[in-house]
């Protein structure tokens, strides 16, 4: 298999072998990758667990003391250089956490031991720990992700390359983040790698509820390749009564419809409980699946998988607590009922009984069913936008803004003072880059999609005001002068 590299003119490999990219994934699409090296008889399995950790650091212009001049550099590089500021002497601690899982997971198999740990790094980490020649780190993953005597230990989770938000962020750049990560990742760890990535780890566990926003999320990731996608609890609803999810820990279909008619559908994995980084760091998903026994699916006996995500880095408990106990975790749970399991291992052993993805159960993103019951599929968007304004006359707390982990942060409402330089920089692009078709193996294409992929940062709106504001407008200022000036 063909090698990309994984930096173009001084900048990450983010775009122009879309066709590789694609061809790679469809080719594997209908293939089970972790199956084969499994080790876990699925039988004898009375219930699992799964755990993935989410890993970010922002680009922020603050390699120098003018901001509108200053390097675009990873938090991390600003933290390691300020360590006497705030909290900022987690940083030596940091770096080892992004390379930790490398090593955990080579040294629990050679024990003979099944660890299993699913990984969500975003695009700009994976650039930040390149730039400050953290090469340890990618060493240990490459490892744990390539190495066939490892690799069924760790399952990568697709995400948006510059973790974007996806309620808020223009649909047309999403599915640019999603190519942008996949592509990233392949140059990292190879074409190969990619392959067994069948899973979508959403930023902030955001699940888009408008009609038109949610079909284009999924019809997105459809295109892309992916196979399933994890939602939080709270942000899906069953179709037939507007209530959560009944059996949890089992996989659903989500279906989303739009305005038109039309409809997209892909496997979801429910994570349950709130964000609370102590809930992974104690193994908390695998007690509770200690407590639980086989449930039924399609008239088969299936064990439950529960599932949970947290940062991987932030918080005293992930970093002090989740190395101890992982590893007694992982010990006990070995050769045992109740395993730890990665989802598509745990989706490939269902689908090896002979349950289909039509046999699971549905759900849609939360707070649709009021719309539906009012509105027809294929009745266009004005009079969806009509439906949806009567609803929030009529109830001042429901709204289309999606659904997170953090549900009392809205992702729309109130960050006007970045939001207004984040669609500028948008539409932009799309004017002056995407309409005219500008190739994306253009180097002024990949120049001005990596600042606008910056600029969509979480990070930049969760703040709302501050520092964090003045860094995400230098960043849009800078995507639009890029577009501006070289197109």
């Not at 892309?224 to 507007?242: A, F, I, K, S």
Request: net charge negative; aromatic share 10%; proline share 7%.
């Amino acid at each position: 298999m063909s090698q990309l590299p994984e930096y173009v003119d001084g900048l990450p490999n983010i775009c122009g072998a879309e066709s590789l990219v694609e061809q790679t994934v469809r080719a594997s699409r209908d293939r089970p990758v972790f199956l084969p090296e499994s080790r876990i008889d699925f039988g004898h399995v009375r219930a699992a667990c799964a755990i993935a950790l989410h890993m970010h650091q922002p680009l922020i212009p603050a390699g120098g003391g003018d901001l509108s001049t200053a390097a675009i550099i990873s938090n991390l590089q600003y933290m390691m250089e300020n360590q006497g500021i705030g909290d900022n002497h987690n940083a030596p601690v940091f770096h080892w956490c992004y390379k930790r899982i490398g090593e955990f997971v080579p040294q629990l198999i050679d024990e003979g031991k099944e660890p299993r740990v699913m990984l969500e790094y975003s695009g700009t980490l994976f650039h930040g720990l390149r730039a400050m020649g953290l090469h340890d780190v990618f060493d240990a993953l490459k490892n744990a992700t390539c190495n066939p005597a490892y690799r069924r230990g760790v399952e990568w989770l697709g995400c948006p390359w510059g973790h974007a938000v996806a309620p808020s962020t223009p649909t047309q750049d999403f599915r640019l983040h999603v190519k942008a990560w996949q592509q990233h990742f392949a140059a990292i760890f190879g074409l190969e790698a990619l392959e067994r990535v069948r899973g979508f780890s959403p930023s902030e566990m955001a699940l888009p509820n408008h009609p038109d926003i949610a079909y284009e999320y999924i019809k997105t990731l459809v295109d892309c390749g992916y196979q399933w996608v994890l939602v939080q609890e709270h942000t899906v609803e069953r179709p037939e009564n507007g209530w959560g999810p009944e059996k949890k820990h089992l996989p659903h279909r989500l279906i989303c419809t739009n305005s038109k008619g039309e409809t997209v559908s892909i496997i979801a994995i429910i994570k349950t409980q709130g964000s609370d980084t102590k809930l992974v760091a104690q193994m908390q998903p695998y007690y509770e699946a200690k407590s639980l026994s086989r449930w039924e699916l399609a008239g088969k006996s299936v064990p439950p998988l529960v599932t949970q995500i947290a940062d991987g880095e932030n918080g005293g408990v992930m970093m002090n607590e989740f190395p101890g106990k992982f590893f007694d975790a992982i010990r006990e749970a070995s050769g045992s009922d109740v395993p730890f399991m990665n989802a598509t291992e745990y989706l490939e052993h269902l689908f090896a009984l002979g349950i289909k993805e039509a046999d699971l159960p549905t759900l849609q993103p939360s707070s649709q069913k009021r719309i539906w019951d009012r509105f027809q599929p294929g009745g266009g968007p004005e009079k969806l936008e009509k439906v949806i304004a009567e609803l929030k006359q009529e109830d001042g707390r429901f709204n289309m803004e999606g659904g997170s982990w953090t549900n009392d942060i809205s992702w729309v409402r109130g960050y006007d003072n970045v939001l207004g330089p984040m669609e500028k920089a948008s539409a932009q692009f799309f004017e002056k880059v995407l309409k005219p078709k500008t190739a994306p193996s253009d180097p002024r294409f990949r120049n001005a999609l990596f600042h606008l992929m910056c600029s969509q940062t979480s990070c930049y709106r969760y703040w709302g005001q501050g520092l964090w504001t003045d860094y995400g407008r230098e960043i849009c200022r800078r995507a639009s002068s890029i577009v501006e000036n070289d197109f």
